[in-house]
């Protein structure tokens, strides 16, 4: 037997809020990781609380690697409808303000 449907609406409670916003956080960071494990994937998951609190899981060992893949496969995607000259430049500026907002937060 199952459980029923829950109604995605925000939690009006501020103590049932914390403790569902807890639980949820810990079966979704334990979802990443058996993610990684069973399927030898790579995954970056950052969270962050009402209080400004930053959870996170990379498989990896630096978060910094994983961003970045994912800055230069997004960008991949819309590299066909920019012209090459347009495109080193703005692949640059992406790299160095990665590299910015790396050594910001470090």
Known sequence: MGRGKVELKRIDN???????????????LKKAYELSVL?????????????GRLFEFSTSSCMYKTLERYRSCNFNSEATATPKTELSNYQEYLKLKTRVEFLQTT
């Open 14 to 28: 501020k103590v049932s809020r914390q403790v569902t916003f807890a639980k949820r956080r810990n079966g979704l």
């Open 39 to 51: 399927c030898d994937a790579v995954v970056a998951l950052i969270i962050f609380s009402t209080r």
